[in-house]
């Protein structure tokens, strides 16, 4: 069975601009979240989709939003792009949204913002 | 309000040494606990996972942890290092609130011959 995928899988964008991210779960797997990895330093947890639903949501400004499709897969998305933004974003999927469900993530997507 | 403290940003061992990662939570709840690997640019694969019931958790590759309440620690261990353990490895906490993991800042493990 295929993973979560993610893409693109490198992208580099320029100040101000925006960005769209893209995640597919495993088969199966209705919950996504995003978490946003700085060089150096853990993920940081942005959002959590259950259902087409945000059940929860990281200290990020409201630059960053996310949807969640019928068909599970998620967009995330970053107005305004800032030179900090300049990230691996990773995409978790997992059966349902509980926190005692393993989450399984994907390879990521490196932005750099120049 | 949970948290994740990881002491050591990089730990060197030799091959066929013990293998030893520290990670200390703070949670208001009864915490579920987490390590995850991360192989150069990969994403990050779950090693194990406490949740309830039994303290001594084992997991993928050799790997296990303790969960040890009164100490607020949740220590990952494998008794003989390998070449492939190089990697980074990540402590995360979550509550019962959902889905939202809280990840240590990691320990880079390099393993020399």
Same mark, same amino acid.
């Given at each position: ?63 960053? %939003? ?27 999927? %997992?059966?349902?949204?509980? %926190? ?15 | ?26 949670? %208001? ?85």
């Amino acid at each position: 069975d295929a993973g979560v995928t993610q893409s693109p899988t490198h992208l580099i964008k320029t100040r101000g601009q925006h960005v769209t991210l893209r995640c597919s779960p495993i088969s199966g797997h209705k919950s996504v979240s995003w978490y946003q990895q700085v060089l150096g330093q853990g993920p940081q947890f942005i959002f959590q989709y259950y259902e087409k639903e945000e059940r929860g949501r990281g200290n990020f400004p409201d630059r960053f %939003s996310a949807r969640q499709f019928p068909n599970y897969s998620s967009e995330l998305n970053v107005n305004a792009l800032l030179l900090g933004d300049s990230a691996l974003y990773l995409c978790a999927s %997992s059966l349902a949204g509980g %926190s005692g469900n393993e989450q399984f993530f994907g390879p990521g997507t490196r932005l750099t913002v120049l | 309000a949970q948290s994740v403290t990881q002491l050591g940003s990089h730990v060197s061992v030799s091959e066929g040494a013990l293998v030893l990662l520290r990670c200390n939570y703070s949670s %208001s709840v009864p915490p579920y606990l987490f390590w995850y690997v991360q192989y150069p640019n990969q994403g990050l694969q779950l090693l194990l996972k406490y949740t309830t019931g039994a303290t001594l958790v084992k997991g993928i590759n050799g790997f296990e942890a303790e969960f040890k309440k009164s100490e607020t620690s949740f220590h990952l261990t494998k008794p003989s290092a390998h070449m492939s353990d190089a990697a980074e490895y990540f402590c995360a906490v979550s509550d019962y609130s959902w889905g939202k993991f809280q990840f240590g800042a990691g320990t880079q493990v390099v393993v020399t011959p």
